[in-house]
Nanobody, 122 residues
Framework: QVQLVESGGGLVQAGGSLRLSCTAS?????????????MTWYRQAPGKQRDLVAT???????NYADSVKGRFTISRHNGRNTVYLQMNSLKPEDTAVYYC???????????WGKGTLVTVSS
């Protein structure tokens, strides 16, 4: 199994920055297996759908939602089984619970963290 734990959320003023981390652990997680799998950040605000924010796959290939492109950067450190989301120039509309996700290659199973709250004040 895979466990995902997010950290780094908090309260920040508009224009500020935060870095979120998501660390994977579990019986099937290793530096090698972690590196094969795409990792994705989602977010969900109250009353709204859960939206994809950014994803990073094999070789560091990335994709971003238009709403965060140019402001957010996703990266990974496979040796630490960790994916990061650097968030700059934050806006109040970025306020949401941010979730870490992976669809695990080989099993096809989805794994989710419990989320970390990001609040951006105006």
């Amino acid at each position: 199994q895979v466990q995902l734990v997010e950290s780094g959320g908090g309260l920040v003023q508009a224009g500020g920055s935060l870095r979120l981390s998501c660390t994977a652990s579990g019986s099937i997680v290793s530096e090698t297996t972690f590196g094969r799998n795409a990792m994705t950040w989602y977010r969900q605000a109250p009353g709204k759908q859960r939206d994809l924010v950014a994803t990073i796959g094999f070789g560091g290939i990335t994709n971003y939602a238009d709403s965060v492109k140019g402001r957010f950067t996703i990266s990974r450190h496979n040796g630490r089984n960790t994916v990061y989301l650097q968030m700059n120039s934050l806006k109040p509309e970025d306020t949401a619970v941010y979730y870490c996700n992976t669809k695990w290659l080989g099993s096809g199973m989805d794994y989710w963290g419990k989320g970390t709250l990001v609040t951006v004040s105006s």
